[in-house]
Nanobody, 120 residues
Framework: QVQLVESGGGLVQAGGSLRLTCDGS????????MGWYRQAPGGQRELVAR???????NYADSVKGRFTISRDNAKNTVYLQMNSLKPEDTAVYYC??????????????WGQGTQVTVSR
């Protein structure tokens, strides 16, 4: 089994910064793409940022220039540095990973989510 555990969420004022961390553990032979998604109250889950194993990234237009995704392949960890936060960034943030297990089978996993609240 594979577990993804997020940390780093919290309450911050507009203009502030937070850094989210997602640690993967369990039956992991390797992780292909990793990403961060978010879901605001009453809204759908949307992609925030994604990073491939080789380091290629893509971002939602709404966060470009403010958020940076990175990863440590040796630690099975992905980060999301969030700067210049806005109230509209308020949401539950979820970590996602496309994991290859020791039997070379791929499966998608999600973390439990971490709340990010940006006050005006």
């Amino acid at each position: 089994q594979v577990q993804l555990v997020e940390s780093g969420g919290g309450l911050v004022q507009a203009g502030g910064s937070l850094r989210l961390t997602c640690d993967g553990s369990g039956s992991i032979a390797g992780i292909n793409a990793m990403g961060w998604y978010r879901q605001a109250p009453g809204g759908q889950r949307e992609l925030v940022a994604r990073i491939t194993r080789s380091g290629s990234t893509n971002y939602a237009d709404s966060v470009k220039g403010r958020f940076t995704i990175s990863r440590d392949n040796a630690k099975n960890t992905v980060y999301l540095q969030m700067n210049s936060l806005k109230p509209e960034d308020t949401a539950v943030y979820y970590c996602h990973a496309d994991v290859r297990n020791p039997l070379f089978r791929n499966a998608n996993y999600w973390g439990q989510g971490t709340q990010v609240t940006v006050s005006r």
